[in-house]
């Protein structure tokens, strides 16, 4: 993959103002549009789910009353999967971890069997260790070794097990709410999952939940509600119970973590140190332009990357830095589809977004495919324009050394091994 500077665009007066209204409008859609397929997508899987009568059901009626019988296949323990088949991966080190490695039905629409694999060639391929107790087309994992770890289905009910023996027998754990995201720190793991009264439906105003757990529970020892601090919010949506739809940024330590409110504004930032019994608003330097996604480097370094969509898979990009927990921001660089262009950041609509462990190489995906890399701590940003992926996932990219990975949500995975050049992980 060869990386070309980007080339710096004309510059015209004030285009946020001019591209902000419109520009949040397509966002709003695009949001009402995911939303709709997200419940549409639940509606059918459930409705399949009964006609078939659960997973280890092999019986469907046909026309006529007379049964069929249609067998799953069941891949056994040692069967080696291609990188194509990894939905969710967790790296131990950039030659040794372990995936969620799914197949899926004929039009690739329906996760049909789930599996934990293990690599030790840096993904090339991943033998099967164990089957998860459900399929999972898009999965969260947080393990604390390559025996001990929690998976569960991104907003999938029932669907957080645990496993102390690297995935021949599992557990379920039981949570509030439906997991939005996993994490591990120390010796805390996290459930961030949201509660949609059903008088709400969908919406920002779903509660959110703080799931916390030490290693090996199998229920919280706390749940805690991540509260409205935002009188913008509050004022915006006075009815809204006294919880909002939070998504999940970063973790920033054992006890802390990042959260953004607000899901078409104005957004609000929180930061938590106390694991969540205390949140507070942090400076929010994307103003207008929505909070898109954060990387803590340490407790008190973070960055924060603006995205807002334009249309035509472009749009306002800005990336900000802090060394002191969100008090102060520097604006590192920005792309607009029209106006400042700075350090080569492209307008690419963000995909994902993550760094290394230093901070010092950075990287953002387009949703278009492409992959932009900055060495220098996001000041500057070279982007190769050939698409190399689709479908971004929502858990994001995985860094360990100079290596990191990222997994599709269709399947796939992508690397590097320098922290430059990326490609598609092929399989022999």
Not at 38 to 57: F, Y
Not at 228 to 249: C, E, H, Y
Not at 281 to 287: G, I, R, S
Not at 417 to 427: D, F, I, P, Y
Request: aromatic share 8%; glycine share 10%.
């Amino acid at each position: 993959m060869t990386l070309i500077k980007e080339r710096p665009k004309p510059k015209v007066n004030d285009p946020i103002e001019v591209l902000i209204p419109e520009a949040r409008q397509r966002s709003r859609q695009r949001r009402l549009r995911a939303w709709s397929l997200v419940i549409l997508a639940l509606i059918l899987g459930l409705s399949a789910w009964v006609g078939s009568g659960g997973l280890n059901s092999s019986t469907n009626r046909v026309s006529g009353g007379r049964p069929t019988h249609r067998v799953i296949p069941v891949l056994a323990i040692g069967t080696v999967m291609k990188a194509s088949s990894v939905v969710g991966l967790k790296m131990f080190t950039p030659s040794r971890g372990l995936a969620i490695s799914t197949t899926w039905n004929a039009s690739h629409q329906k996760a049909i069997q789930s599996y934990l694999t293990a690599t030790k060639n840096a993904g090339d391929s991943w033998k099967i260790v164990g089957r998860l107790p459900m399929p999972m087309a898009t999965p969260l994992m947080a393990f604390i070794s390559p025996t001990e770890g929690y998976v569960a289905g991104y907003q999938q009910a029932n669907s957080s097990f645990l496993t102390l023996n690297g995935g021949r027998t599992w557990t379920k754990v039981a949570v509030k709410g439906l997991a939005t995201a996993l994490s591990v720190s120390g010796n805390s793991v996290w459930v961030i999952a949201g509660d949609c009264p059903l008088k709400y439906q969908q919406g920002p105003w779903c509660a959110t939940y703080l799931n916390v757990l030490a290693p090996g529970d199998l229920k919280p020892t706390a749940i805690r509600p991540i509260t409205v601090n935002d009188p913008q919010l509050r004022a915006t949506i006075p009815k809204a119970p006294s919880t909002l739809a939070a998504r999940f940024l970063a973790r920033t330590g054992p006890q802390g973590a990042l959260v953004v409110e607000g899901a078409d504004g104005p957004n609000s930032i929180l930061s938590t140190t106390d694991a969540g019994r205390s949140w507070r608003m942090v400076n929010n330097p994307c103003k207008s332009v929505f909070v898109g996604a954060a990387a803590a480097v340490t407790s008190s370094r973070w960055y924060l990357f603006c995205s807002l969509d334009g249309g035509m898979q472009q749009g306002t990009n800005l990336l900000y830095e802090t060394w002191n927990g969100g008090t102060n921001w520097t604006l590192l660089a920005q792309g607009h589809i029209q106006g400042a262009n700075t350090g080569g950041l492209t307008d690419g609509v963000m995909g994902n977004f993550a760094t290394n462990s230093t901070g010092s190489v950075l990287w953002y995906a387009n949703i278009d495919g492409a992959i932009n890399v900055s060495t220098d701590g996001g000041r500057n940003w070279l982007v190769n324009r050939k698409a190399i992926a689709s479908m971004w996932s929502p858990v994001g990219f995985v860094s360990v050394g100079s290596s990191a990975f990222e997994a599709l949500s269709v399947g796939g995975l992508i690397r590097t091994t320098n922290g430059t050049t990326w490609a598609v992980v092929r399989s022999k």
